[in-house]
């Protein structure tokens, strides 16, 4: 089926560094979204991203987070700085239509030390 | 308070039984719910997926039962195998304003051999 790609897999980062997550959607989809999911638990809706701005965020974007996607590259998530709650899998997702059947990447698990 | 919610954190089946896994919400304005399936260490799959103007959804082994008035829905999973052993993560969505789809906490499933 559809793929969603995510760089990297993994990253252990020192806390006050930024990190930058990296996520190839599928090809011709439209809408793109972050999700946090923490020790296995439920996923958290962080962003939606629709035509080059962010749509929808939840309280859990905070200021320190930003998503862009530069002329059709990687879509990403950009946190800076880090805090140790910042410690999770992120997915990436991508869909054709908004809110509706998402297809997500294997996650970037960030460690914040 | 949660939205979408999944008042069984984990369940165990024999091989063979159906496995029924509820799931409850809040927001009359839902109207898309899918089912992701989830291994350790992937990210979410879509399983399958119903719209609040049917009351049921059958494909292969698995289906879903949907009650509007109650705004509850459970999957039913026939003939279950150790393969199926995955968390599995209710979600919804509304048909539009929001493009958000928010997921319960997740059931994990544990099929015996």
């Known amino acids: 089926g559809p793929k969603v790609l995510q760089i990297p897999s993994h990253q252990i980062i020192d806390m006050g560094q930024m990190v930058t997550l990296n996520c190839d959607p599928v090809s011709n989809h439209l809408y793109f979204y972050w999700y946090k999911q923490i020790l296995g638990q439920q996923m958290e809706f962080l962003v939606n991203?629709?035509?080059?701005?962010?749509?929808?965020k939840s309280k859990l974007f905070k200021d320190q987070f930003s998503v862009e996607r530069p002329d059709g590259s990687y879509f990403t998530l950009k946190i800076q700085p880090t805090a140790l709650e910042d410690s999770a899998v992120y997915f990436c997702a991508s869909s054709w239509t908004g809110g509706n059947t998402l297809y997500f990447g294997e996650g970037s698990r960030l460690i914040v030390v | 308070q949660q939205q979408v919610r999944q008042s069984s954190q984990s369940l165990t089946v024999w091989e063979g039984e159906t496995a029924i896994l509820n799931c409850s919400y809040e927001n009359s304005a839902f109207d898309y719910f899918p089912w992701y399936q989830q291994f350790p260490g992937e990210g979410p799959a879509l399983l399958i997926a119903i719209r609040s103007v049917s009351d049921k959804k059958e494909d292969g082994r698995f289906t879903i039962f949907f009650n509007k008035r109650e705004k509850n829905l459970s999957l039913h999973i026939k003939d279950s195998q150790p393969g199926d052993s995955a968390t599995y993560f209710c979600?919804?969505?509304?048909?539009?304003?929001?493009?958000?789809?928010?997921f319960g906490s997740g059931t994990q499933l544990t099929v015996m051999p």
């Open positions: 979600a919804a969505s509304e048909a539009s304003g929001s493009w958000q789809l928010i």
């Open positions: 991203f629709y035509n080059g701005k962010v749509m929808e």
